[in-house]
T-cell receptor, first 118, second 113 residues
Framework: DVKVTQSSRYLVKRTGEKVFLECVQD?????MFWYRQDPGLGLRLIYF???????EKGDIPEGYSVSREKKERFSLILESASTNQTSMYLC?????????????????FGDGTRLSIL | KQEVTQIPAALSVPEGENLVLNCSFT??????LQWFRQDPGKGLTSLLL?????REQTSGRLNASLDKSSGRSTLYIAASQPGDSATYLC????????????FGKGITLSVRP
């Protein structure tokens, strides 16, 4: 079974702090994704990566950065946390079968990190 | 810009009913469509993936259909059980160099014993 592990289920941080959310997958997937999920807005893609050291912006990248130094690990960084970044953050991974078609394999999700910024 | 709509936002049914969850999308140029299940406070579990060339996929009591030309998909759940209570989301993957999933907001299903 595919396992996507997010380092924390719950996290409380203060405004202005630099926050790191970690995600590890054990299935040798090329693609990894970070989403945030908010009531009434659904899931929105923040960043994704289709290979080590490669990254692309999603729909809402402002205020975030990412790091993919190893294939199994994808980190989301909040450079200077703000209260509007309080949310549920979900990491996902998938195989890449054809170059450019990131969605042609099921995405496997972690259990999420509920982040509160005070 | 692709938009995915799921109506209604919530549904409550008695145990044993066969039910249909609807999903519509605005741009028919999709690569595939996926249905996910999300339990409260948890991540998403992939249920079914339908490639654009397929009409339907089945897994146990679940059957998903795809009508690409009309921009619609349905998830059919046979003989619903209380354990089916969850939020069901559909997501489409669009063709193109930067393909990614666009999600609907989900339908929260409650199956009453």
């Amino acid at each position: 079974d595919v396992k996507v592990t997010q380092s924390s289920r719950y996290l409380v941080k203060r405004t202005g702090e630099k926050v790191f959310l970690e995600c590890v997958q054990d299935m040798d997937h090329e693609n990894m994704f970070w989403y945030r999920q908010d009531p009434g807005l659904g899931l929105r893609l923040i960043y994704f990566s289709y290979d080590v050291k490669m990254k692309e912006k999603g729909d809402i990248p402002e205020g975030y950065s990412v790091s993919r130094e190893k294939k199994e690990r994808f980190s989301l960084i909040l450079e200077s946390a703000s209260t509007n970044q309080t949310s549920m953050y979900l990491c996902a991974s998938s195989f890449r079968v054809e170059w450019g078609h990131y969605g042609n394999q099921p995405q496997h999700f972690g259990d999420g990190t509920r982040l509160s910024i005070l | 810009k692709q938009e995915v709509t799921q109506i209604p936002a919530a549904l409550s049914v008695p145990e044993g009913e066969n039910l249909v969850l609807n999903c519509s999308f605005t741009d028919s140029a999709i690569y595939n469509l996926q249905w996910f299940r999300q339990d409260p406070g948890k991540g998403l579990t992939s249920l079914l993936l339908i490639q654009s060339s397929q009409r339907e996929q089945t897994s146990g009591r679940l059957n998903a259909s795809l009508d690409k030309s009309s921009g619609r998909s349905t998830l059919y759940i046979a003989a619903s059980q209380p354990g089916d209570s969850a939020t069901y989301l559909c997501a489409v993957s669009c063709t193109g160099a930067n393909s990614k999933l666009t999600f609907g907001k989900g339908i929260t299903l409650s199956v009453r014993p």
